[in-house]
């Protein structure tokens, strides 16, 4: 079976080749909710050794001590493997697994991640890319693995990864990455988000994420049932945000003129589009879910025998 796999900071999603597609919150709680026999749905858990951890929003919701997946040295822990064994599951084959790390921490740690997941799924092929490499082989393969836009493999192409915590510039010159041009920096749209928690704390305090996600989309916050309008907070930080994210890129590719096309992508290429209006950036048919999409397609490839550098 092969996996595209994203364990990400702030969202962790998985396709699989017998059609499974799973996306939760990248968050661990210790343990499992006692839900006094009355909840219409299990949450999601899983057991590691003789211990469970619940997985994503559960966790948070039923107030379950949690682990912090956020540091580089997580990718060792429990809750890593939690993570991991959440979106995969169970499965009794050997298994074809492309995911990937983080810029910064790619080169240094691929060998470490590679150990857990053999760890995890002996026998399985395991292939390890730098995380916003996925949005290139999703614009670049079709579902089958196969090539279907070469145009792709033969540009000078800057990839803008705005996720939850971090952004990643990643540079490829006809599909080979630039090192020295690709980095991270530690803008998303976590950084939206505090910003305007700080900025509506004279209207509510404590707001949770869904709601302030929620306004992202409709402008509007809700305070005891009424909605309250606040776009013009909402606008004012997704502007300065991106522009903070469009100087830290030109600081990295400035000189660079002859990229010939910005590919726009993660979470945040939804929630700052608009913001970035120079003419030659695209962004891929389903951003949120490129890098996946792009880690299954190249394990489909793999699949079918064709060989990739990692």
Known sequence: MEIGLDVGYGMTKAISSDGQVKTFRSIVGIGTPDMLGIAHRNALAVQINNDRYTIGEDAEKYKLPLINVRKRNSIESIAYKALILAAIGDIPEEL??????????YSTDKERISRVFTGLFPGSQITIIPQPAGSFFDMLLNSDGN?????????????????????????LEKADPIKELSSTITIGIDTLIRNIVKDCAHIRRNLPQKDIENALKTGTLSKH???IDISDTVSRNRAAVARNIWSYVNSV??????????I??????TVFRDAFVQSNITSPSAPFMSNVYGFY?????????SKVQA
């Open 147 to 171: 090539i279907a836009n070469d145009e792709y493999a033969k540009k000078k192409i800057g990839i803008i990864d705005i996720g939850t915590y971090t952004t990643d510039l990643l540079l």
């Open 96 to 105: 074809n697994i492309v995911t990937g790390l983080p810029l910064d921490f």
């Open 297 to 305: 397609k190249l394990a489909r490839r793999i699949g079918h025998g």
């Open 264 to 269: 726009l992508t993660g979470g945040g290429a």
């Open 225 to 227: 049932g009424q909605q």
């Open 253 to 262: 590719w400035g000189a660079e003129d002859d990229i010939e096309e910005l």
